[in-house]
């Protein structure tokens, strides 16, 4: 699992039916640098499927890859990255 940022919204013209119901997010994870004092670039962005309505700005935790496809077995999904959890506060040591 992997914090990001919310910066926007990916607009569609067309979808895989499956997708209907949910919205995709462009996400900035972060590093452990990102975390503390934000003085390093963010990673590479990536789209992110959202069920729990994140906004432009919010923290979250994602999954990846199979594991991203795991919740909504038996029926898949074509995702890369899921939306687990909208943070509203996080604690961490270095």
Same mark, same amino acid.
């Given at each position: 699992? @992997?914090?990001?940022? %919310?910066?926007? *919204? %990916? *607009?569609?013209? @067309? ?6 119901? &949910?919205?995709?997010? $462009? %996400? ?11 003085? *390093? ?10 069920? $729990?309505?994140?906004? %432009? ?8 890859? @199979? ?13 890369? &990255?899921?939306? &687990? ?10």
């Amino acid at each position: 699992m @992997r914090i990001a940022d %919310v910066i926007g *919204t %990916v *607009t569609l013209n @067309r979808w895989h039916p499956s997708l209907s119901g &949910a919205r995709l997010k $462009l %996400v900035a994870p972060l590093s452990w640098e990102n975390l503390g004092d934000g003085a *390093t670039a963010p990673l590479e962005e990536i789209v992110l499927y959202d069920e $729990l309505g994140a906004g %432009v700005g919010s923290r979250v935790a994602l999954s990846e890859g @199979r594991e991203a496809a795991v919740p909504f077995h038996p029926e898949i999904k074509p995702i890369d &990255a899921y939306n &687990a959890a909208i943070l509203d506060h996080l604690d961490y040591e270095l």
